[in-house]
Structures are given as C-alpha cells and as structure tokens.
C-alpha cells in the first residue's frame, strides 16, 4: 500500500518550454501533496504544499508564477515548470499524505528534468 | 532536522556488522519523526517512524532510538546488507502542524562492504 507515482521519470527539455510532472497516488487519497526539489548530494528541498481543490502554499523563494501547482483531486497534483531555463534543471520528488492524523509522507519515484 | 549542507556525512560498515546512523534534530516541539531510505536516482522509501510518546520502536531489521532530552534520534539498522546502501534521511514534524510539514536532515552516506 501506500505507492505514489510520478511520470515522466526524466524528461529534456529546450529552454523557454514548459514542463508538466504528475504525482499521483494509487492507493489511498491524499488530502495533501508535497514538491520538493533535491540536488546532487543535498536534501530534500521542500518548494510547496498543496491540499486537494485549494491554492499551494509555496516556500520563500520560490517562484508560484514559475511553478505552477494543482492539486485538482484527491489522487493527483501536478507540477508545471513554465518558461524552464537550464537553472531550472533538478530532481524534482512529489510526496503524499493522507487526511486525518495522518502523518507520513510517501514519496514518488522523482522526475529528473534537464533543461537545454 | 539539520540544516541542509553541501557535505554528505559518511557511514561505512562491513556486511553483517551493525550500522547506528543519527539525527540531531532542532524543534523540542516536534511531535513525529521518521526515517527515509533514498538510492540513487529514487525518491526517498519510508522506514521507519515514531511519535514523541515513545521512545523506542522497532521493525524489520530496523530500530529507532528517540532521546527527547538531548534532541537526538537514531536508526539502528541490524545485520546490514549491500543492498542497505543508500542515503538516510530523518524527518520531524512540529507539534500541531496542520499541513504536515516535515523537516529533513541533510542525510547520512551509508555504504555496505562485502
């Protein structure tokens, strides 16, 4: 149980394009959704909280404009990564968590996104 | 948890051996920690975890150790294996949290040799 799953797993892309990543979990609904960001040897960089049909909730410094989060239903949120530059490029991991007094996050297999 | 670094601390253990990583962490506050396996080029796999009522709580091969007093959390991993090789993460979660965010640590290197 429990198993979140994110497409595409790594995706290319030329600089200027936009870039969508779906989180979706299989097994259970997850009020909330979680983005973070890691980079090579570093941890996990939480970027926004989104529960299902409300606005994400986004970490200073991070650009809501830039990445765009929905969080349409109770088994998928989605990551668009607009106007992406090669700085932009990352590990992205999406994470899920169930309603209630649920408090572990599963976590998806990650999007490596490499910008041009 | 820590605050994130750019050095990736180190554990190397022999296969069989047992393997202790730890955790400081910084909010007296928090209320839920976890642990988290991540390998390279995955995302980070639950473990184990355990609520601040407890102090001890164990799974498959696994035990984590938590130290209110002093902060500090520990994952103790039995009879470790290669494939036991991955970074580990620890987590909290501050007292009544409404969105459940979870603070990592800046992981630990775990390498098995045969």
């Known amino acids: 149980g429990a198993v979140v799953s994110q497409h595409p797993s790594r995706v290319i892309c030329k600089s200027g394009t936009s870039v969508k990543i779906e989180c979706r979990s299989l097994d259970f609904q997850a009020t909330t959704m979680f983005w973070y960001r890691q980079f090579p040897k570093q941890s996990l960089m939480l970027m926004a909280t989104?529960?299902?049909?409300?606005?994400?909730?986004?970490e200073q410094g991070v650009e809501k404009d830039k990445f765009l989060i929905n969080h349409a239903s109770l088994t998928l949120s989605t990551l668009t990564v607009t106007s992406a530059h090669p700085e932009d490029s990352s590990f992205y991991i999406c994470?899920?968590?169930?309603?209630?007094?649920?408090?572990?996050?599963?976590f998806g297999p990650g999007t490596r996104l490499t910008v041009l | 948890g820590e605050s994130v670094g750019l050095h990736l601390p180190t554990l190397s253990v022999q296969e069989g051996d047992n393997s202790i990583i730890n955790c400081a962490y910084s909010?007296?506050?928090?209320?839920?920690f976890i642990w988290y396996k991540q390998e390279s080029g995955k995302g980070p796999q639950f473990i184990i975890d355990?609520?601040?009522?407890?102090d001890k709580r164990q799974g498959q091969r696994v035990t984590v150790l938590l130290n209110k007093t002093v902060k500090h959390l520990s994952l103790q991993i039995a009879a470790t294996q290669p494939g036991d090789s991955a970074v580990y993460f620890c987590a909290e979660k501050g007292w009544g949290s409404t969105l459940g965010r979870l603070y990592f640590g800046r992981g630990t290197q775990l390498t098995v040799w045969p």
């Open positions: 909010n007296s506050a928090s209320d839920y």
């Open positions: 994470s899920a968590k169930a309603g209630g007094r649920a408090d572990t996050q599963y």
């Open positions: 355990i609520r601040s009522n407890m």
């Open positions: 989104s529960n299902e049909g409300s606005k994400a909730t986004y």
